[in-house]
């Protein structure tokens, strides 16, 4: 059985995704379609020592029902390998065995700067409050699925990356 076989469509680019901003210690998720007008922050996820907590993003799975993941690659500013692209990478694969959805990754970086910066504009017009800062993971992840939506070309299919 070829593995072409077994590889899903490419994502829908008028379909809903589930994008990801993963981290050591949380995951940043945020919703988004080209017709929902951009993305929206929806949650952060704590990572334990046993992984992410999957019955929450089951539970995101099931209630926005995606037609694709978009994880957030953290490549150095030269396009290398990191510990956190590692951590992503890893992500990424299980969402794609677990679920049997197109998974793409989208170069994250420089979107926590972006995402910090929405957050301080949204504090100023007093959109939100300090505390709400912990969700700026999400707001990252946020950031990540504006630019697949932008450049879905762009991309990096999780099935066409070589397992290390």
Do not use: N
Not at 122 to 128: C, N, Q, V
Request: net charge neutral.
């Amino acid at each position: 059985m070829s593995s072409v076989a077994s590889k899903p469509a490419s994502i829908r680019r008028d379909g809903t995704v589930l994008g990801f901003d993963v981290g050591s210690r949380r995951i940043g998720v945020a919703v988004g379609s080209a017709f929902g007008y951009g993305a929206r922050a929806l949650a952060v996820i704590d990572v334990h020592g046993a992984g992410p907590d999957w019955g929450t993003i089951d539970r995101l799975h099931k209630e926005w029902r995606p037609d694709g993941f978009i994880v957030g690659d953290p490549m150095t500013l030269d396009g290398g390998d990191q510990p956190a692209r590692t951590r992503a990478l890893d992500f990424a694969r299980q969402l794609r065995v677990r679920y049997k959805l197109p998974v793409v990754l989208v170069d994250e970086r420089s979107s926590s700067i972006e995402a910090a910066h929405r957050f301080a504009a949204d504090r100023a017009e007093g959109r939100k409050r300090r505390r709400d800062a912990e969700a700026l993971d999400a707001v990252a992840a946020a950031v990540i699925v504006e630019r697949w939506l932008a450049s879905p070309d762009d991309a990096t299919d999780i099935d066409e990356l070589p397992h290390i």
